[in-house]
């Protein structure tokens, strides 16, 4: 599996094209935004996240961008640790 780690802003077109080509192709693969990153949620390209791949929030940085209910799971740094854990490849945008 390979855990995605969102911590820019800027990185949302970076996000949405690897987590589509992941897919596309079959990887398994999870979503953790924290900080900045969390900005990158905002948007509809969320549906293009299969069932079976796993999207978390951290729920301090979810808060202080946003008051609306977030759009993935939300969770914390311990998350993060499970989803490093179970991960075989690491990349951080």
Sequence with gaps: ???????????G????LLS??????S???SIFFTGKGVQ???GDWLDQIPEDSEAVACTESW???S???CPVTEGSQT???????????LVSL
């Design 67 to 69: 008051s609306e209910a």
């Design 20 to 25: 589509r080509a992941l897919a596309r192709n």
């Design 79 to 89: 998350d993060h640790s499970r989803l490093a854990a179970q991960a075989t490849h």
């Design 1 to 11: 599996m390979i855990l995605i780690t969102v911590v820019s802003a800027n990185s």
């Design 13 to 16: 077109k970076h996000v949405r």
């Design 63 to 65: 808060t202080q961008f």
């Design 40 to 42: 990158v949620l905002a």
């Design 27 to 29: 990887e398994p693969f």
